[in-house]
């Protein structure tokens, strides 16, 4: 199974990115996509995460400029960062995760986003 992260980068504050994450090597169905995020020196926080239905919820510290949504038939999913700040800069990764049986918890590549002030 492979989860690829991608479409990080260096923006200024005020700026948009979206970030992807796509699986492979497995059917996916049950589960909760997630982006959490790690700034230096701190410790991975959730940032997003989505079910299988469609209900999303965000961390109160991003809510209001960030939008995450997924695809389930093509096993993707998407993080719309709107009004970036400098607190926002760290390593994103993508999550997916089911805690029944077939249990599994996967995690992707991390993909770096800097805010410049």
């Known amino acids: 199974v492979q989860l690829q992260a991608s479409g990080g980068g260096l923006v200024q504050a005020g700026g948009s990115l979206r970030l992807s994450c796509a699986a492979s090597?497995?059917?996916?169905?049950?589960?909760?996509w997630a982006w959490y995020r790690q700034a230096p020196g701190k410790q991975r926080e959730l940032v997003a995460k989505?079910?299988?239905?469609?209900?999303?919820d965000i961390a109160a510290s991003v809510e209001g400029r960030f939008t995450i949504s997924r695809d389930n038939a093509k096993n993707t999913m998407e993080l719309t960062m709107n009004s970036l700040q400098p607190e926002d800069t760290g390593v994103y990764y993508c999550?997916?995760?089911?805690?029944?049986?077939?249990?599994?918890?996967?995690w992707g590549n991390g993909t770096l986003v800097t805010v410049s002030s």
């Open positions: 090597g497995r059917g996916f169905g049950g589960d909760v």
């Open positions: 989505i079910t299988s239905g469609g209900t999303a």
């Open positions: 999550n997916v995760k089911r805690v029944w049986s077939p249990r599994y918890d996967y």
